[in-house]
């Protein structure tokens, strides 16, 4: 019994030491997952809320969907191609990912940008490319509403662009 119990505590302080870091004395709480998006008021709009907290944002895979659009994928990537512009003499190559939450209402908002080359290293593309991108996909006024127990939940989305001498090539998923 002992035992069990010495058990039982120990694995609750490896637990909970796991959550919290001390910094010149003040507690840093980690985020939930891996790449969880907090509120950034200097870069998300204050308009933008999740209807059941940011713990309880899901990833869209986890409500057996697949990628979720509200409109055809085709439709939503013909609206990107009319609106991109590639720049004149612009042979940049790579991925630029835009990822984002949806609230229960079907809006999105804290964008958040990754940029690689083809071998997923980390690279910056012009500021144009990146600004044409994340502006059409913060325009999409609606997204999908996803359900868990007929209950309208908040989830994570992307879009990973394909840029081929600077021209918008495919998009994903």
Known sequence: MKKNLLVILLLFFTFWSCQTDKNDGETQ???????????NEQT?????????GDDNVLQ????????VYTDEKAT??????????ALPNNKENGLIRIRFIVNCK??????????SDYQ?????????????LLNTTQAIEQWKILYRNDIPVDYYMYLIFKISDGQ???MLP
Not at 60 to 67: Q, R, S, T, V
Not at 76 to 85: A, C, M, N, S, V
Not at 106 to 115: D, E, I, P
Request: proline share 2%; with cysteine; aromatic share 18%.
């Open 60 to 67: 869209y895979f986890n409500l057996g969907e697949g990628p």
């Open 120 to 132: 997923y290293q980390q690279k910056e593309f012009d500021s144009e490319i990146v600004s044409q």
């Open 76 to 85: 939503i990537l013909r609206t990107f191609k009319e609106q991109y512009k």
């Open 44 to 52: 998300d709009t204050s308009d933008f809320r999740v209807c059941n």
């Open 29 to 39: 709480q980690y985020l939930r997952w891996v790449g969880d998006i907090t509120y």
């Open 168 to 170: 918008l090539t495919e």
């Open 106 to 115: 079907g809006k999105a908002g804290r964008f958040r940008v990754l940029q």
